[in-house]
């Protein structure tokens, strides 16, 4: 027998049975009307106008069949979802004045836990293989010996990061602060009274009847949760936008203690902040960049480990932290594996799907020793943007979800960049895959991310326009240079 494998290609063999599933109902409407065309031409006039005066239309039955038609498509476009789509969005670029440096990083880390010498050197190979770079940012009250996390401090950096973000979408969208009508700010940690969305209100004098939200403790997940709060207000009032707010204060934040579990964060945080604008109304159809597709939310916060497993809390001294659990990266592949079940029917095409179903009914009833067929979300989406929350978070998604490194270049190059900067991540990654000019009309985008609870929560957006590569933004002045080498360690 011969060697069918060398004839053969798997590759052109599954290519080919994609194209055979996800065109099946083309493939067999096209050979029927195609018989009934070659049978209609073979018929002569006088046939064709037999046929036609055989057909007798009742006046009544024509109205019926109007006003049946006209009924069931004004219902279908009265139940049908607005569509809502990005416009534009803006990321915030700290100065580089709040640059921090391995060595200076490491400098402070000495002068700080000068009687700890072990939590020194834990921060140290953290911070080796952590794949950040050596421009990621802190707030200025981190600058000092010793840091002075006070209230003041945290508001001016909510102040620079969030105002610097909004001024900059006005600028590039024509927007006016007067003309918002729905604003959601979304911060973890920091939640001050007044809160942040009211600081911005009094700040550019919005109108007394705007909808304001102010969402907190939600994680690095909060973003997208966000987004979804948004789409749900903009389905029940037309003609509107809103302008989404995403950023992590750290000035409040940074832990000073000793706990190895609570100094994980100070390695991985960094400044960062994004303004997002979104609208329903059919005239910003035409300059709007995304459409939003889906949004998918997963909580597995009824689990206690999943729960506890990324927690403030005060050590042993009564300095307050976030503490992370060595159970984190299992409790996010819970919640991923939730998450993709339920999208995967939402975005997969039929091949992928028929796949899952037969390799799923043949574990059930043949041998359960059968691997789990792990869907190609490859053939759905064309950029993936995973929740830059650390190099382990980002390792272990390109693994379970078998995507190349190309497809998780834009979050690699975002944490060496920016560092882990919460739930404004997604945004600074996809702005390195337009800064890249990689963004087609029509391509489709998956994000993903993660955040205490536990939540997993994804959005899929599809573009609108092919995206002209930008002169300004975060990745200005240094795109050229990406993407880069990261070595799994970085010798300090």
């Given amino acids: 027998m011969p060697d069918f494998s060398t004839l053969v290609k798997l590759k ?111 921060q140290m190979r953290i911070l080796e293989r952590s ?17 002075s996390p006070t209230m003041e401090a945290a508001r001016g950096e909510a102040e620079i990061v969030i105002f610097s973000a909004m001024e900059t979408l006005f600028k590039k969208t024509g927007l006016k602060p007067r003309d918002i009508d729905i604003l959601i700010v979304n911060c973890s940690l920091f939640s001050p009274t007044p809160s942040l969305s009211a600081m911005v209100i009094n700040k550019y004098k919005m109108r007394s009847n705007i909808k304001s939200f102010n969402l907190s403790g939600m994680g690095c997940s909060a973003g997208l949760i966000s987004i979804d709060l948004a789409r749900d207000l903009l389905q029940v009032h037309p003609n509107s936008n809103a302008v989404v707010v995403s950023t992590e204060i750290i000035t409040p934040n940074y832990y000073q203690g000793k706990e190895r579990a609570m100094l994980l964060p100070n390695c991985l945080f960094r400044m960062g902040g994004a303004a997002i604008l979104l609208s329903n109304r059919s005239s910003d159809r035409w300059r709007a960049k995304y459409r939003l597709v889906h949004v998918v939310r997963t909580h597995k916060g009824a689990d206690n480990k999943a729960y506890r497993c990324v927690f403030e809390e005060e050590d042993k001294e009564g300095n307050v932290g976030i503490s992370l659990s060595k159970d984190l990266m299992a409790i996010a592949g819970e919640a991923l594996k939730s998450n993709i079940t339920t999208i995967g029917p939402l975005v997969l095409p039929a091949s992928e799907q028929l796949l899952f179903l037969l390799t799923l009914i043949g574990r059930k009833i043949f041998n359960p020793k059968w691997k789990p067929y792990i869907p190609d979300f490859k053939q759905a989406f064309e950029h993936f943007c995973i929740h830059a929350g650390g190099r382990a978070v980002i390792d272990e998604l390109q ?35 337009e800064s890249k000019g990689r963004m087609k009309r029509g391509d489709r985008v998956w994000q993903i991310a993660f955040g205490s609870g536990f939540k997993c929560n994804s959005a899929v957006w599809k573009c609108n326009r092919t995206i002209k590569t930008p002169t300004d933004g975060p990745w200005s002045d240094c795109i050229e240079r990406y993407p880069v080498h990261i070595p799994e360690v970085v010798k300090l």
């Avoid at 794949?131 to 840091?147: F, K, N, S, V």
């Avoid at 490194?405 to 991540?425: I, Q």
């Fill in 131 to 147: 794949g950040l770079g050596e421009e990621t940012c802190l707030p200025p009250a981190i600058h000092y010996i010793p840091p």
């Fill in 12 to 122: 052109h063999v599954k290519l080919g049975y994609q194209f055979l599933v996800n065109h099946i109902l083309a493939l067999t409407l096209i050979p029927i009307m195609a018989g009934v065309v070659v049978k209609v031409l073979r018929l002569g006039p006088e046939e064709i106008v037999n046929l036609w005066t055989s057909l007798h239309f009742d006046i009544v039955q024509v109205l019926c069949s109007s006003f049946f038609v006209i009924f069931v498509a004004t219902v279908y476009f009265l139940s049908k979802p607005r569509s809502i789509y990005l416009v534009d969005y803006e990321c915030y670029k700290p100065p580089v004045a709040c640059r921090v440096p391995f060595s200076t990083f490491m400098e402070h880390s000495r002068l700080n836990l000068s009687n700890n010498p072990k939590s020194v050197e834990f």
């Fill in 399 to 433: 693994k379970n979800l078998q995507l190349s490194p190309e497809h998780v270049e834009a979050s690699r190059m975002t944490l060496h960049r920016f560092g882990n900067t919460s739930s404004s991540s997604l945004w600074y990654e996809m702005s390195y895959i």
